[in-house]
């Protein structure tokens, strides 16, 4: 396993810069996600990782190596694919084998390679079927048992679990975690859902426009969002985000409720701000602010309710069971020291 290091790395197609001097730290054995929506250059970056891309600016280092220059094939970097790329007419023994062949490797080491990677992966059974004869599941573990078998210093995982169904790729999840469990390499994995962000990564990584939003640990990012694109990105369903101002230590709403603030809140006194607030972080008190019901969405483990305050919208989530129909009015109480507060003209956190 190796460490990389993206160090203002950039990217520009002619005039068009599409990755802004974009620096990230990867640690030895970390599983590192890149989260972001369609568009935000987290697979252009992967993809420079990989040598699949020139650089237009920067350095990339894996290990103490800059492999700005190398060759993807001398890289000692594996890549798994959002549509697997299995050969259709090999079957999972020679798909898994293809590139230690091709690397004139001795049969006898690829033969034990390919059985530690169907070890590993539950794969023994299939080792002679062919990939049309395998569902979805078994072809993503095939494309990572692939990958396994060149026993390389960084794992990068291209959006792997797109093409699966909701109850698999959570199944895939799993995997994925105890597998790098199992080998301790280094990953940088690929994807716009922040659940498997979240549930996946040691470190995530959060983009936008190409620019790296932020960059820390899950639960880090989660309980304190460098900006208001992070808050609302991150967590599901989205922190609720209020504009308005903060006097005499309270906030209040544009054409909305008011709500109090922590005394560390005080300091900001007349600026104008966003107020942030998680779902979870609501409760329900005779002495909070009136809303009126809007929508009530009951998922089984929980209720997310939608609420109107004034011209704004707040989303409340109860864990346990409530009864409550669209038409009645309940009072929001945050909790104080969940609260979040933003510049208004920056969105940074402050």
């Known amino acids: 396993m190796a460490s990389v290091a993206i160090e203002q790395v950039r990217k520009a197609y002619g005039p068009l810069e599409v990755i802004h001097g974009a620096s990230i730290e990867i640690n030895e054995g970390e599983f590192i996600v890149l989260v972001g929506p369609s568009g935000c250059g987290k697979s252009t970056l992967l993809r420079m990782i990989a040598g699949l ?31 697997y790329a299995l050969y ?30 169907a070890n590993i992966l539950g794969l023994q059974p299939y080792l002679s079927r062919y990939p049309r004869e395998l569902s979805g599941g078994q072809r993503q573990r095939v494309a990572m048992g692939r990958a396994i078998v ?41 994807t ?82 966003v107020y942030g607030i998680r779902p979870e972080d609501i409760v329900f008190s005779d002495q909070g602010a009136p809303a009126r019901v809007v929508v009530v969405e009951p998922t089984g483990s929980e209720t997310q309710i939608i609420l109107r305050a004034g011209a704004n919208d707040i989303s409340v989530v109860c864990r346990e069971r409530v009864a409550v129909r669209p038409g009645d009015t309940l009072h929001l109480q945050p909790l104080i020291d969940k609260a979040h507060i933003f510049d208004e003209t920056t969105e940074r956190r402050l």
């Open 53 to 83: 891309e020139n650089i237009t600016g920067g350095t990339i280092r894996i290990g103490s190596r800059v492999v700005n220059d190398v060759p993807p094939k001398d890289r000692d970097i594996a890549m798994v694919f959002q549509n």
């Open 150 to 190: 060149r026993d390389p210093d960084v794992f990068l995982f291209d959006e792997p679990l797109s093409n699966l169904d909701a109850k698999l790729r959570v199944a895939m999840r799993t995997e994925l975690k105890e597998l790098h469990q199992r080998l301790k390499t280094t990953i940088i994995y690929v």
């Open 88 to 117: 259709p007419h090999m079957t999972v023994r020679a798909n898994m084998a293809f590139s230690l062949r091709l690397r004139k490797t001795s049969r006898n080491e690829i033969d034990q390679r390919v059985e530690r990677a």
């Open 192 to 273: 716009h859902d922040q659940i498997e962000a979240m549930t996946m990564a040691d470190k995530i990584v959060v983009m936008q426009g190409g620019v790296v939003e932020q960059f820390g640990r899950p639960l880090d990012v989660y309980d304190r969002p460098a900006n208001l694109f992070v808050a609302g990105f991150i967590g599901s369903p989205a922190m609720n985000q209020i504009k308005g101002r903060i006097e005499d230590g309270r906030f209040i709403a544009d054409d909305g409720p008011s709500f109090g603030l922590s005394a560390a809140c005080a300091a900001f006194n007349g600026r104008r701000v």
